[in-house]
């Protein structure tokens, strides 16, 4: 098994694709699309049948987005290179859930649903994978039905930050304000306030389109412990899907206090 880093310089650019062993990528690789995801893109929307699987690759992370009959919109879950949007466990061609958006332009691979369903037969190993994954993204969606429940804005803010920067890999987030508001399902000018805070405080650096990460250790403990809780559980069920870059000691502590 190699680092993230050989992965995405050698590989597809996602992780459950390159983790795969050669002869059992081999059975969807002739199906695999590559295809470029524009910003605000949706994949599907709720009751839509989803007959097509996305792989997000390097920088492009999609969200499951929860629609309200009144237009709000909160998000579910987050999708980068770890993972999959789409029918994961299913067979695909079911209605699904929630809307799927683009939230970070870029490549991804796309197969149909039917193709990928047909490979899980043929090997364990890619079934095993993908229902692996799909534990993980309900144990994301559980947690955060708990955060949001409990935890505060600025602790959830410093856990979707770290939670979009594992996902690509890189201090400087090209999100807006209003797209982390939208995420984190309050108001811009609120959720500007506890940028700024966090801006002062030393940990992120704001400006117009971007969101840098000064401290990763400091938004750590800011963080509630859920950004932990969830990291670690894709570092013992997915085991080396996110290589080394694990959470580091301000998570682990925070999970022990
Ligand atoms: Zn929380």
Request: glycine share 8%; aromatic share 6%.
């Amino acid at each position: 098994m190699t680092d993230a880093s050989e992965r995405t310089l050698k590989g597809t650019g996602n992780f459950l694709l390159d983790v795969l062993a050669p002869g059992d990528l081999g059975l969807i690789a002739p199906f695999l699309q590559r295809v470029d995801l524009r910003q605000g893109q949706t994949l599907f929307e709720a009751g839509d049948e989803v007959n097509t699987i996305h792989f997000p690759c390097g920088q492009t992370i999609g969200a499951l987005l929860v629609v309200m009959r009144n237009g709000d919109v909160a998000e579910s879950a987050t999708i980068g290179r770890e993972g999959a949007i789409g029918g994961i466990v299913s067979q695909g061609n079911l209605p699904a859930f929630s809307r799927a958006v683009v939230q970070i332009a870029g490549p991804a691979y796309r197969i149909e649903a039917a193709r990928l369903q047909a490979a899980k037969q043929q090997s364990i190993a890619i079934r095993n994978l993908m229902a692996r994954y799909a534990d993980c993204i309900l144990a994301q969606i559980v947690q955060s039905v708990a955060c949001n429940a409990l935890h505060p804005i600025d602790a959830r803010c410093a856990r979707w930050i770290l939670t979009i920067q594992d996902r690509i890999g890189n201090d400087h987030l090209p999100v807006t304000h209003q797209f982390l508001a939208e995420a984190l399902g309050v108001q811009r000018t609120y959720l500007s306030r506890v940028l700024g805070i966090l801006q002062k405080r030393g940990l992120v650096r704001s400006r117009r389109g971007t969101v840098e990460v000064l401290s990763r250790n400091a938004l750590e403990e800011v963080s509630c412990e859920c950004y932990a809780c969830v990291r670690l559980h894709y570092d013992k069920v997915l085991i080396g899907v996110y290589g080394e870059q694990n959470p580091t000691n301000g998570a682990r502590a925070k999970l022990k206090a």
